[in-house]
């Protein structure tokens, strides 16, 4: 069987932040730029708190079949919620959405690269 590659992104807004968390969040802000967003194991975070109380946490997951992108959203989901809750960050409206890369259509390049290949 071969590996499938899914990237989850969870997102929600912050909720109930106490003047302190807001300032620890504005402090490490520059690590949780839009900017530097990447799909890790672990998770990226990501969010603007000038902006608004928007977040973005990034996962990449894997699995074998199909289905196992329903297991991969799950562990995401839990993995955001656990981090905001040790930190004791409120939030609220968190949903979820996954991609598996192995049926994400071929980009230009990907299209001509193939062509040639069966060329």
Do not use: C
Not at 28 to 53: K, Q, V
Not at 102 to 112: C, E, N, V
């Amino acid at each position: 069987m071969t590996t499938r590659t899914f990237r989850i992104t969870v997102r929600g807004v912050f909720a109930g932040l106490d003047p302190d968390q807001r300032a620890e969040l504005l402090a490490r802000a520059a690590e949780h730029d839009i900017l530097r967003a990447s799909f890790t194991p672990e998770g990226h975070l990501s969010y603007d708190l000038s902006a608004r109380s928007a977040f973005t946490f990034r996962f990449l997951d894997s699995g074998e079949k199909e289905e196992d992108i329903v297991v991969a959203t799950e562990r995401a989901e839990e993995a955001a919620r656990a981090w905001l809750t040790e930190r004791g960050y409120g939030f609220q409206h968190l949903r979820s959405s996954a991609e598996d890369l192995s049926r994400a259509p071929l980009g230009k390049r990907q299209r001509r690269a193939e062509a040639r290949r069966n060329a």
